[in-house]
């Protein structure tokens, strides 16, 4: 049995440190992309109980509205070799 410790030290090894510049670099080639990063970040950073829905949302990239291919697509830059299982569960 693998001890947790030496668990642990495989997964450390296995870490991107820049996982998230890679990946947010990757959505940001997409069109409309620059707005969705933002309104995703403002969102991490405010309660959405507190969001406005009467107001409309800036264009952007909105995966409810994206074409399956597009949908598919970003999925993939942002989770690599996940996109389709992502657009299937989706």
């Known amino acids: 049995m693998l001890k947790s410790e030496d668990a642990r030290q495989q997964v450390d090894a296995q870490k991107e440190p820049q996982w998230l510049a890679l990946r947010m670099a990757a959505v940001q080639r997409l069109p409309g992309a620059s707005e969705w990063m933002r309104r995703w970040i403002d969102d991490e950073k405010r ?34 070799k996940m996109g389709q299982h992502l657009e299937t569960v989706w």
């Open 47 to 80: 309660d959405n109980a507190d969001t406005d829905h009467t107001t409309p949302t800036p264009k952007g990239i909105d995966v409810r509205t994206c074409s399956d291919a597009d949908r598919r697509e970003f999925f993939e830059r942002l989770f690599p």
